[in-house]
């Protein structure tokens, strides 16, 4: 039950009493004016009697008389002890009518008396006398009917019996009616006047009761709601704080009386317009004004009205948790959650009004975009909690190299943003850049983990002429690619014939889109044979694209297009299915080999297609060979190895290619056991001259053996090249000395000539 409901609750219960008990109540307030003012009119009653009467009788009619005064003031001294007592005041009805009772019975024996000794002016005088004594009781006795009536009655009555005696039946009748109708109007105008004390009691209890209510209903709403209210003086100086005020403050109310109100906000424009509303008494709503309490910022939300007398009175409620969700939904529509670095949104804002300025100002612009090289093999490899962490450490280093003359942002992933502006923009641009790749350079520690990484950047500068910021985005992402594209951990600038080369680049996907619909690829053979016996191994299936008016087109020109658009998917499908085709019309003795993509690896429909694909040339497993570089087992490292031992459990042989350029060698070769070691033929280049590269091929050749793999080496051009090979034990070879890569239709030739060579050997 609250504080209001309980207040009306126990104000229900007093007020019935307190309305029975008022009229007692203002006939004890009436007591001593009855007392006092009876008194004088009992002493001129006793002298006026005193001649006429039997001395004795006189007495004993001033004891009777004077008795129940004697009680009422001895009630009345009981009253004042006991006062907002209303058990006792119940109690004290009965004796005050009693009392009464006696007082009016006392009045009216003189009447009778002189009545009945036949004197008629004696008569006369008591009878006048003591129709006044009864108007006066009227007019002096409280409101309680009961306790007036109780002296009216006995009286009137008194009166018709003394008139009943002196006077005959036929003269008593009119007389008698009279006095009837004297006492009936005492009576009715008693009666009347407790009926309206009573209402008027009722009407100002009701009245105490609503203030009350509202004081109190005012008194929780401060101390428990949201809002407060306040007020201030004509000088705008707070007075009456309440308790929630004081609260939220956290003052004294001396500290807060007398207080300029605006005081108690922080220097800002939306405190100069409070105080120009409290200075020009002008009413206001929901202003919202900031304010420091303690150490923390808060904001409240005013609301006032003013008052005739100068005074403003108003509401305030707390809105600090809804600014600052409102400040936090604006800061991550404008930043990064992760780095705390501007967003893509709002460095393009800033870009756009840099460019729209310069136009006016004639400052430069530069745009530097960049990603991390290989940034995905982190993830991969070390979880995405250690790549969160390698961009925020990324981001630190940025502004640390850009310093605070750029905008710096993370757009995406690990792609970011640097914008630079002023007079030296354009040539601040590469320097910029420079400090960015040499800060990145450096190791980066991850908990226990220590990762090494670089970028590339690209830069585009407004003197390019650009005035819109998605243009000049576009620009700077070209020169990105071109940086990748040239071999990544560098920079290059923006130059118009990138456009050019990306319009290209996106004509030759469409291009390639179409070709693999239209039958434009098709697959050539390149021999791997034993170096003692001349006889041939496998073949491995390389693909050219004929285009219609670009010709043939090598692999290097479309496979890395390939893979960025999931196209190297479909063709590695055909490519297995057309290879497998042809081995299955060649000697049982001899592999083919297919090269794997790392999204190849990773797609679910690859063991399908390889199973179909055998099925339906009539191969058998052990004659397909999947080739995979170090790159497929850097990413998705256990999900790429599970499927490789899946394959493997298919009776397929796994070769590892291009062998020695990759980060972790020997631990792939530790975790999968390989069928086929491929030395890459950068290595094989400098057999002839350089002595590390002797020594690196006689190594993996050992180890290959001691493995128990089979070694091939790539790329061998020339007889010295060969005598090296065999010179360190190599077994197979691959490369031009042998046979550049066959068409399908020149393969049947090449494999008659090497049976007729074999069989001339053997002969």
């Not at 424009?269 to 105080?275: D, G, S, T």
């Not at 090494?452 to 576009?474: E, F, H, N, P, R």
């Amino acid at each position: 039950m609250s504080d209001v409901d309980r207040l009306a609750y126990a104000n229900i219960r007093a007020n019935s009493a307190a309305i029975r008990l008022e009229p007692v109540l203002d006939d004890f307030r009436m007591l001593p004016r009855a007392v006092l003012g009876g008194f004088p009119t009992i002493l001129f009653y006793a002298a006026l009697l005193w001649p006429h009467e039997p001395h004795w009788l006189v007495l004993a009619w001033l004891a009777a008389l004077l008795t129940p005064l004697a009680g009422c003031h001895l009630l009345w001294m009981q009253w004042r002890k006991r006062q907002g007592d209303l058990e006792w005041l119940a109690w004290a009805r009965k004796p005050l009518v009693i009392l009464s009772l006696l007082t009016g019975f006392g009045w009216g024996a003189p009447v009778v008396v002189t009545a009945l000794k036949g004197e008629p002016v004696l008569f006369c005088i008591t009878m006048v006398v003591g129709a006044g004594v009864l108007g006066g009781v009227n007019s002096s006795k409280g409101s309680y009917a009961p306790a007036t009536l109780a002296v009216i009655v006995p009286g009137v009555l008194s009166g018709l019996v003394a008139w009943a005696i002196f006077l005959g039946p036929a003269e008593f009748a009119g007389v008698a009616v009279l006095t009837v109708i004297f006492g009936a109007f005492l009576c009715t105008a008693v009666i009347d006047r407790q009926r309206k004390h009573v209402a008027q009691f009722e009407a100002r209890e009701g009245q105490r009761l609503s203030i009350e209510t509202v004081r109190l209903l005012l008194n929780d709403f401060q101390e428990q709601a949201a809002d407060w209210l306040w007020r201030v003086d004509a000088q705008g100086r707070v007075f009456a704080p309440g308790f929630r005020f004081r609260q939220v403050t956290g003052r004294s109310v001396d500290d807060l009386t007398g207080l300029p109100f605006a005081d108690l906000f922080d220097e800002s424009p939306e405190r100069a317009i409070l105080e120009n509303h409290l200075d020009s008494r002008t009413p206001f709503r929901n202003l919202t004004v900031q304010l420091t309490i303690g150490a923390e910022k808060r904001w409240w939300t005013l609301s006032a009205r003013a008052l005739d007398n100068g005074e403003m009175h108003g509401v305030a409620s707390d809105v600090t948790a809804q600014k600052r969700a409102e400040e936090r939904i604006s800061y991550m529509a404008h930043f990064d959650g992760l780095t705390e670095l501007s967003n893509r949104f709002r460095f393009n804002e800033c870009l756009q009004r840099a460019l729209t300025g310069r136009l006016v100002d004639s400052e430069d612009v530069a745009v530097l975009c960049l990603d991390l090289d290989r940034f995905k093999a982190v993830n991969d490899t070390l979880g995405h909690p250690a790549g969160d962490l390698l961009l925020r450490q990324v981001a630190r280093r940025i502004e640390l190299a850009v310093g605070a003359e750029g905008l710096i942002a993370r757009l995406g992933g690990d792609e970011f943003a640097v914008l630079l502006c002023g007079p030296d923009a354009a040539s601040r641009a590469e320097p910029t850049a420079q400090r960015i790749i040499a800060e990145l350079a450096e190791p980066f520690h991850l908990e226990e983990h220590q990762v090494l990484s670089s970028t590339s950047i690209g830069i585009a500068t407004s003197i390019d002429g650009c005035v819109d910021a998605a243009d000049m985005m576009k620009m700077a992402d070209l020169a990105l690619y071109a940086a990748k594209e040239q071999g990544r951990n560098r920079l290059v600038h923006y130059t118009a014939g990138m456009e050019t080369q990306a319009r290209e680049r996106r004509e030759l996907e469409i291009d390639l889109r179409r070709g693999l619909g239209n039958g434009e690829f098709e697959l050539l053979y390149q021999p791997q044979v034993d170096i003692e016996t001349g006889a041939i191994a496998c073949y491995e299936a390389l693909v050219r694209w004929n285009h219609p008016t670009r010709g043939t087109i090598l692999p290097g020109s479309f496979i890395d297009m390939a893979e960025e658009t999931g196209l190297i998917v479909p063709l590695g499908q055909w490519v297995i299915r057309a290879a497998t085709e042809a081995a299955g019309r060649w000697p049982d003795d001899v592999r083919v080999a297919v090269n794997l993509s790392p999204a190849q690896l990773r797609d679910p429909g690859l063991l399908p297609c390889v199973i179909q694909a055998m099925a339906s040339a009539g191969l058998s497993a052990n004659r397909l060979e999947l080739e995979i570089t170090e790159s497929v087992l850097l990413e998705d490292t256990e999900d790429n190895l599970a499927t490789l031992h899946r394959l493997r459990d298919l009776g397929l042989r796994i070769s590892l290619d291009d062998f020695g350029t990759g980060y972790s060698s020997l631990n792939y070769l530790r975790n999968f056991p390989f069928d086929k070691i491929k030395i890459d033929r950068c290595f094989i280049e400098g057999i002839e001259e350089r002595g590390d590269c002797q020594a690196i091929v006689s190594a993996m050749i050992t180890l290959a053996e001691d493995l128990g793999m089979v070694i091939t080496a790539e790329g061998v051009e020339t007889v010295e090249q060969l005598e090296r090979l065999r010179l360190h034990g190599c077994r197979q070879i691959q490369g031009y000395l042998v046979a550049r890569p066959l068409s399908a239709a020149l393969l049947d030739a090449h494999l008659g000539l090497v049976n007729e060579a074999m069989a001339r050997r053997a002969g």
